[in-house]
Every structure is written in C-alpha cells, then in structure tokens.
C-alpha cells in the first residue's frame, strides 16, 4: 500500500488561492484530487496520468485550478484560484497504484486523509 499526505489546505477568502501537494511513499500511476463537501457525494477534481501527458479537469475546476506533478519527488500538486464558497470541502488525494489504468476516472486505489479547505470571508 502506498501512503498518500496531502498539505496545504487551510481558511481562504473568496477568489483567493491556495496550492494543495501530496506526496507518494511508493510507485504511481495515474493521481487525482477528490473532495466531498457535507452532506454530497465525493467527487473527482482533477487527475494526471504517470507521465503527466493527459490531464483531466472537471468542469467546475476549468480556468481556475491547474494539477501537476513532480515524479522525481513523487508528487502531485493542485493549484486553485479564484476560489468560491462551494469549493470548501475535503480534499483527497489518491493514486492508481496497483496496474496502470489508461482512464484517468479510476481505478485508484490509495487515498490521503484528507485536507479541509474552507472558502469563506
């Protein structure tokens, strides 16, 4: 099993910033970002495959937030702008791990904690 820890979360004001990173302790594939609010389904923010040549985004992330990866670092950063209250949620990261997947909608098979981000003045 690989462990996933997710930084970077925190209080921001509406249309601030923030950078959320997760670090890998072993191989990965492909990486996304979840996040489920109170009360809603967890759904799937953005996700990278291993190479870093396919990027998915959903529609409520295009033209704000950016996912990239440092695989020399085994990372996997989500970069959000222009945040709204309904972006607070916990943020998940997770990683196919196990065979990679050639959908970036899953399988993943390892998840982070979680990060609270809070967007709210």
């Known amino acids: 099993q690989v462990q996933l820890v997710e930084s970077g979360g925190g209080l921001v004001q509406p249309g601030g910033s923030l950078t959320l990173s997760c670090a890998a302790s072993?191989?990965?594939?492909?990486r996304g970002w979840f996040r489920q609010a109170p009360g809603k389904e967890r759904e799937l923010v953005a996700a990278i495959t291993g190479s870093g040549d396919r990027i998915y985004l959903s529609d409520f992330a295009k033209g704000r937030f950016t996912i990239s990866r440092d695989n020399a670092k085994s990372t996997v950063s989500l970069q959000m702008n222009s945040l709204k209250p309904e972006d607070t949620a916990v943020y998940y990261c997770a990683a196919n791990t196990l065979r990679p997947s050639t959908s970036l909608l899953g399988p993943y098979e390892d998840w982070g904690q979680g990060t609270q981000v809070t967007v709210s003045s």
């Open positions: 072993g191989r990965t594939f492909n």
